[in-house]
Nanobody, 124 residues
Framework: QVQLVESGGGLVQAGGSLRLSCAVS????????MGWFRRAPGKEREIVSR????????YYSDSVKGRFTISTDNAKNMVFLQMNSLKPEDTAVYYC?????????????????WGQGTQVTVSS
C-alpha cells in the first residue's frame, strides 16, 4: 500500500504563492507517476500537474502552466507543487495522487492512490 499525506495549504491573497508538499510512504517504485489534482467548489476534480519520478517528465494543465511547478525529492519520498501568481480561481482542495501503471496519466481513473487533500483559498 501507498500512503500520501498533503500539507502546505492555506489562505493567500491573489498574486501570492504557496508550496504544497506530499509525503509518500509505503511501497513505491521509481516508475510511479505522481500528480496533483484539485477540486473547486461545484466542479469535478481535475488534474493540475504530474511528474514521472524516473525521468522528471512533467505535464501541466493550461490553467496553471507558467505559474505552477511540480518537483520531487525521490530520496525523501516527497512531491511538491510550487504555486505562484495565485488567482481566486485556483481556490480548491488539492490532492496528491500516485499512478502505478500508466506512463502519461491525466485522468482520475489512471491514478491508484490518493491523499486526503489540502485546502487552498485565494482571496481577491
Amino acid at each position: 500500500q501507498v500512503q500520501l499525506v498533503e500539507s502546505g495549504g492555506g489562505l493567500v491573497q491573489a498574486g501570492g504563492s504557496l508550496r504544497l508538499s506530499c509525503a509518500v510512504s509505503g511501497r513505491t517504485f521509481s516508475s510511479y507517476v505522481m500528480g496533483w489534482f484539485r477540486r473547486a467548489p461545484g466542479k469535478e476534480r481535475e488534474i493540475v500537474s504530474r511528474i514521472r519520478r524516473s525521468s522528471g517528465s512533467t505535464y501541466y494543465s493550461d490553467s496553471v502552466k507558467g505559474r505552477f511547478t511540480i518537483s520531487t525529492d525521490n530520496a525523501k519520498n516527497m512531491v511538491f507543487l510550487q504555486m505562484n501568481s495565485l488567482k481566486p480561481e485556483d481556490t480548491a482542495v488539492y490532492y496528491c495522487a500516485a499512478s502505478r501503471d500508466y506512463y502519461y496519466p491525466t485522468t482520475e481513473s489512471e491514478f491508484d492512490y490518493w491523499g486526503q487533500g489540502t485546502q487552498v483559498t485565494v482571496s481577491s
